[in-house]
């Protein structure tokens, strides 16, 4: 375990600022891995990922849950739609050439920020006519502040769906997706989004965690993920509070740079 040790303050670095935007860190965690073990398998990498983006999830979960800023009823109804997928993902990572694993991992985070960048983030407008079948929802958080939003649920369900399989895959948590997805498709404002995010990520990474614990593929970096998981329960709850004094628009634009330079660097491996 000795030799571990240092993996603690890299999984605190990863929890504090996979908190502040909502991603979880398995999108910092992948490619660091990947560097750090050029001789593990996809599979290995993924598992040890997802297990600390559960924790990661769950200590940011409790730190958002004291702030009021989680949406729980739509957190249950995407975290339902996402574990099928994300079931799915983790048994599907064992096909995957190491090689083609790092292309699409690069390329699904270059896409990401890109499209963070290019579309700025507009506001709800309840005022406006709600589309019939729409769900409305309203939140206050513990400083007091209301917000008030609509999505459609089919789009909603259908992109957890997905998430979920994606995110198991790639051993990310999800949360670089359905952050830009929650705020810039279903009219999240980015705080909660953010923090309802954190919520469903701990559903998806710890079914995608059990099916890699079933397998056996976890236990090749069982020491590994116990160091990355002590870091992060605390860099979880740093996170949190950064969160408070940080825009929404400043948290995506940080989401956004981290995910190009990160999509660079693995589609560089690549080759």
């Known amino acids: 375990m000795e030799q571990f040790l240092w993996l603690i303050p890299l999984g605190f670095i990863v929890g504090t600022f996979g908190t502040l935007i909502g991603a979880g ?44 800023r989680i949406d729980y009823k739509s957190g249950l109804i995407f975290s339902a739609a996402a574990l099928p997928g994300s079931i799915l993902g983790a048994f599907t990572t064992s096909y995957i050439p190491r090689n083609i694993f790092d292309v699409i991992f690069g390329v699904l985070l270059l896409a990401a920020s890109v499209f963070l960048l290019l579309r700025p983030k507009k506001e709800s407008d309840l005022a406006k006519e709600v589309p019939k079948g729409y769900m409305i929802r309203t939140l206050t958080d513990a400083e007091g502040n209301t917000y008030s939003f609509s999505y459609n649920p089919v789009v909603g369900i259908s992109l957890s769906l997905i998430v979920g399989y994606v995110s198991s895959l790639l051993g990310i948590g999800g949360g670089i997706i359905h952050v830009p997805a929650l705020v810039h498709l279903l009219n999240y404002p980015v705080h909660i989004a953010t923090a309802t995010s954190h919520f469903i990520l701990a559903f998806m990474s710890l079914s995608g965690s059990i099916v890699h614990l079933a397998s056996g593929i976890l236990s090749q970096g069982m020491w590994q993920t116990i160091a990355l998981a002590i870091g992060v329960l605390f860099g979880a709850q740093l996170g949190a509070r950064l969160s408070k004094r940080f825009q929404g628009v400043w948290i995506i634009r940080c989401l956004a740079v981290a995910l190009g330079l990160v999509g660079i660097r693995i589609f560089i491996m690549a080759f």
């Open 25 to 68: 860190g398995g999108f910092i965690l992948v490619p660091v891995l990947l560097l750090l073990y050029p001789g593990k398998s996809p599979e290995t990498i993924t598992s040890i990922s997802l297990a600390v983006v559960f924790f990661n999830a769950l200590s940011g979960t409790l730190a958002y849950r004291k702030m009021k």
